[in-house]
């Protein structure tokens, strides 16, 4: 009863002290009091108190550490070794704990500024203490202070440390060793490590700093391999052993957390990367550990049970003491921090860099010269250790140890955030969510789908769901509050911003891979998906392989219907209410320019998905955006945009005036409509990837070495021309877009002719001939094709007479040269055959072709009416339509209509099923489908040449 009572007393003192942060005025710490709860006899829960009110008032920025009262008591009870054990244990304790939560603190009370009062009460009479227990709280105590640069410095030059420390290792690895002596030697090597490794602040690495010569940099390479080896040894046995009561034991979880802390510092090293991985028993014990030790994995009931003798057991969780959820849950944040770190190292590949700083690289390489000499000679593995292959290796290696199940049923408990749950319940700190974001974002780096449907199977989507709706808030949360890119890239805040798309980009790259109907089970499901991959997209701090990744998980995610499409078209980023900060001036890409009055909190999908066809510079990126477009074009709103449609229903025309509609009579196609659909034109037509493709070139996140990438990686333009040509044979539908089109020049139409019948030149001489018998007068058109035209579109020699055609002939020529190669090339590049790839261009070109028949058919329909009433407001005029006719007809499309016409006539009587022989089942599957697409050309051809024909157009 005494000691429950004096324990009360204890918790009684300990709740007077400074335990609300929003309060700096109640002041003083007892120290004596703070000593007493770091005992061995304490409660949990007085430790606990104590722990919160050092942080609390640390946390204040008070001086705590180096009041005089603090410091007598400290420097009391570690002179009163021989008279209280206990207490020179607890100032052990204390000492310790205030590392963790102010270092500076901690140095003060060991002696600062030259002085070793403090250690020399620690230190001096350690060989006459026999007592294991009070070796390892001093082992913690010295692995605490090697972690804080001053104090580092201090016991790195005292010889009487480091003489206990190796003497205190090689005691604990004897074969015979207690188990006592063997936690001290570990604890003791992670100090020795830390010692070895650290740089004091007189030793910090600067560019170009002397190194020493490559003998001794080789010594010091072997003394190193072999501090490693012996730290791993020795950490080894306290993992493999850990079971369900390490964490209740206060020497074992002091073991268990100094061996994981050993090895997050070895898993950054290659070597040691591979020791760990190869060893399949330490692997998947680190992979159970969270289900062996509870952590995270038991959930506590709301409601007490109604039938319980134990009252503890029976008490709801919402009469736990708030303020004790931090301090009793350090524990398991630590070891949970520290084993996810162990497995983001093994598992993460090289960063991909920029140019920048690949050449930044090469600058600090050349500068330390003889220091990556002595570095090769010493291990010349180094580089194959870390590349892309070797990670692969120890990723599918974790993945099978069982890294991926521990990851998600750890995700999954941590349900809520530390700030927001009042209960004990399982959640996890924000540090460790976002070292599982960026371990689920390695584990999908390869473009694996055995290896990322085993991800999905042990529920990694659910998982990152979880983490990418904590991630999404943090980013509402810490939304930037300036616009200035330069004060941006100063901000802090960038490194956290980057961290937490890292579970979004993971969850983009399930959704490539597999089916987000699938992933989640049905199409409805699958929409919890989009508010993560539309602010991975829209986010200012999104990097190119970010925004692309997020594109084609959209793609995947809008093909499912067109309520999802509508859904993604819609979607917007969330951000704290009253937020106006306007994406375009934080994203460095051109993509993210937008209009003025665009904010962050009004840009949808669609909005940046056009700004990325327009504006973007990157290749790939601009790709993937077409082939969202593809997609969203089954919304009304969408349609409409790029249509034209909507363009048409604000300008408001009065009931009788001109067609509002008619591109050819209200500004000949330089409406916003008219520019987006004259692009989409131009990327029907094939590109040189080597010119196309920039220095922020995006590469495939399964790129075999991230140090390759350059501007040199190259990307055939098939993949753009069938997104662009499809989306174009979608929009042609609409008699606005068959408008906007019509008044493009021949030369644009003409490489949608260059679709149906690849090679086909304009037909100049049949157009101002044709001109001349309507009596029409055909304006030239001015529109800026200059912008969206390549450079070998441009040229036009602007001199008289035989010298400029023949100029224009030679100029042509080359054109067509130059075309043909890169037909040549987009066709190769098919995985189902070239004739398959040139039957899938000509079917969505001779589409959009058949519409613009159509159109001129249904307009020449309209002429009949005289009565203003009576027409419909898209069709042109007649003097409008003559000159849409002329303009089809010297793009060259009746001579490719007529050429693809015979051609497969010719085919449809020649051809068998001989010609399938001898082939795998994909290449027939694909051949078949090829003659399937040009049957459908063919037809569609005839179609066109009898519409024209009707029309009063020669055709043969």
């Avoid at 409660?43 to 050092?54: E, V």
């Avoid at 607890?90 to 500024?113: F, I, K, M």
């Avoid at 659909?677 to 990837?689: E, I, R």
């Avoid at 499809?726 to 021949?746: D, Y």
Wanted: hydrophobic content about 35%; charged content about 20%; glycine content about 6%.
């Amino acid at each position: 009863m005494a000691a429950v009572a004096e324990e009360h007393s204890l918790e009684a003192r300990l709740s007077g002290l400074d335990l609300d942060a929003s309060s700096a005025t109640k002041g003083t710490i007892d120290g004596q009091t703070l000593l007493s709860a770091f005992r061995t006899e304490a409660s949990p829960r007085s430790r606990a108190l104590a722990t919160l009110a050092l942080s609390r008032t640390s946390g204040q920025g008070q001086e705590l550490a180096s009041t005089e009262l603090l410091k007598s008591t400290v420097r009391h009870a570690l002179s009163s070794l021989d008279e209280d054990v206990e207490g020179y244990t607890a100032a052990l304790r204390l000492l310790s704990t205030l590392y963790a939560l102010d270092p500076s603190g901690a140095y003060t009370l060991c002696g600062s500024q030259g002085q070793r009062s403090s250690w020399t009460l620690i230190l001096p009479r350690i060989e006459s203490v026999s007592n294991d227990s009070v070796n390892l709280f001093r082992a913690e105590l010295l692995s605490s202070a090697a972690a804080h640069t001053a104090s580092r410095a201090q016991l790195k030059g005292d010889a009487d440390v480091v003489q206990w420390l190796a003497s205190a290792v090689a005691k604990g690895k004897e074969g015979q060793a207690p188990l006592v002596a063997q936690r001290v030697a570990l604890i003791a090597g992670l100090a020795s490590y830390k010692l070895e490794r650290g740089p004091t602040s007189s030793e910090q690495e600067e560019l170009g700093a002397p190194s020493s010569t490559s003998e001794d940099a080789a010594e010091l390479q072997t003394r190193h391999e072999a501090q490693e080896r012996l730290l791993l040894s020795l950490a080894r046995p306290h993992i493999v052993s850990a079971d369900a009561q390490t964490l209740d034991q206060e020497e074992s979880r002091l073991t268990i957390l100094s061996s994981l802390e050993a090895l997050s510092y070895l898993s950054s090293l290659p070597a040691m990367k591979e020791a760990i991985t190869n060893d399949s028993t330490l692997l998947q014990k680190l992979c159970s550990l969270p289900s062996t030790t509870k952590q995270g994995l038991e959930r506590k009931s709301v409601f007490p049970s109604r039938r319980t003798e134990n009252p503890q057991n029976g008490q709801s969780s919402y009469d736990l003491d708030s303020t004790l959820s931090s301090p009793l849950r350090q524990a398991d944040s630590s070891l949970q921090y520290a084993l996810w770190t162990i497995v983001l190292n093994l598992v993460a590949y090289r960063p991909i860099l920029s140019y920048e700083e690949r050449q930044m690289k090469k600058l600090r390489g050349m500068a330390n010269a003889k220091k990556s000499e002595a570095q090769k000679a010493g291990g010349g593995e180094e580089d194959q250790r870390e590349s892309s292959p070797a990670v692969d290796k120890r990723v599918g290696k974790a993945i099978a140890a069982g890294a991926t199940q521990a990851l998600v049923s750890i995700s999954l408990a941590g349900g809520r955030t530390t700030e927001d749950s009042s209960s004990s319940g399982s959640s996890i700190s924000p540090a460790v969510r976002d070292t599982l974001g960026q371990a689920f974002l390695h584990l999908t780096f390869k473009q694996d789908k055995v290896q990322r449907g085993k991800i999905a199977q042990a529920g990694g989507a659910r998982a990152l769901l979880v983490l990418g709706t904590h991630a999404i808030k943090k980013l509402s949360s810490d939304a930037p509050s300036t616009s200035n890119p330069l004060e941006r890239s100063s901000s802090s805040s960038a490194a956290s911003e980057s961290s937490s798309l890292a579970p979004l980009q993971a969850l983009a790259r399930m959704c490539i891979t597999t089916s987000p109907a699938i992933l989640f089970g049905s199409p409805t499901n699958a929409l919890a998906a989009l508010p993560a991959l539309a602010t991975l997209y829209l986010h200012a701090t999104s990097e190119p392989l970010q925004r692309f990744e997020a594109l084609l998980a959209l793609t995947n995610l809008a093909s499912l219907d067109a309520q999802l499409a509508s859904a993604v078209a819609k979607a917007r980023m969330a951000l704290p209410t009253g937020s106006s900060t306007s994406s375009s001036k934080t994203n460095s890409s051109p993509a993210s320019a937008q209009k003025p009055h665009d904010t962050d909190a009004q840009r949808t999908v669609a909005d940046a998905m056009e700004d990325s066809i327009l504006l973007e510079d990157n290749a790939m990126i601009r790709r993937a955006a077409v082939e969202l477009l593809c997609n969203l074009a089954q919304d009304e709103s969408v349609f409409k945009r790029w249509t034209g449609e909507e363009e048409e229903q604000a300008l408001e025309k009065p009931k009788g005036s001109i067609a509002a509609g008619s591109a050819l009579a209200s500004g000949k196609g330089k409406g916003k409509a008219g520019r987006r659909l004259h692009l989409l034109v131009a990327l029907c037509s094939p590109a040189d990837s080597t010119t196309t493709t920039t220095e922020s070139s995006v590469e495939p996140a399964s790129a075999s070495d991230p140090e390759t990438t350059s501007s040199s990686a190259k990307e055939t333009s098939l993949s753009t021309r069938l997104a662009a040509s499809g989306a174009l044979a979608m929009f042609s539908s609409s008699a606005t877009c068959c408008s906007h089109l019509l008044a493009l020049r021949p030369r644009s139409l003409n490489i949608l002719v260059r679709l149906v019948k690849p090679g086909t030149r304009r037909s100049k001489s049949q157009f101002s001939l044709a001109a001349s018998a309507s009596g029409a007068k055909i304006e030239e058109i001015d529109e800026d094709e200059t912008e969206f035209e390549s450079k070998s579109h441009k040229s036009e020699n602007t001199e008289g007479g035989d010298d400029g055609e023949e100029a224009d002939a030679e100029a042509e020529s080359t054109d067509e040269e130059l075309e043909s190669r890169l037909e040549r090339n987009d066709a190769v590049s098919s995985s189902l055959g070239i004739t398959h790839a040139r039957a899938s261009l000509a079917i969505r070109g001779v589409s959009v072709l058949h519409s613009l028949v159509s159109f001129l058919q249904w307009s020449k329909d309209q002429a009949a009416f005289t009565d203003t009433d009576t027409r419909r407001s898209a069709a042109p005029t007649p003097e409008e339509f003559t000159i849409a006719l002329h303009t089809l007809q010297a793009s060259g499309a009746i001579e490719a209509f007529r050429v693809v016409a015979l051609e497969g006539a010719r085919e449809l009587q020649t051809l068998g099923d001989q010609n399938v022989r001898g082939m795998t089942s994909n290449q027939a599957g694909a051949e078949v489908e090829a003659r399937g697409m040009r049957g459908e050309v063919t037809k569609m051809a005839f179609e066109c040449l009898k519409m024209l024909s009707g029309m009063g157009v020669q055709v043969k």
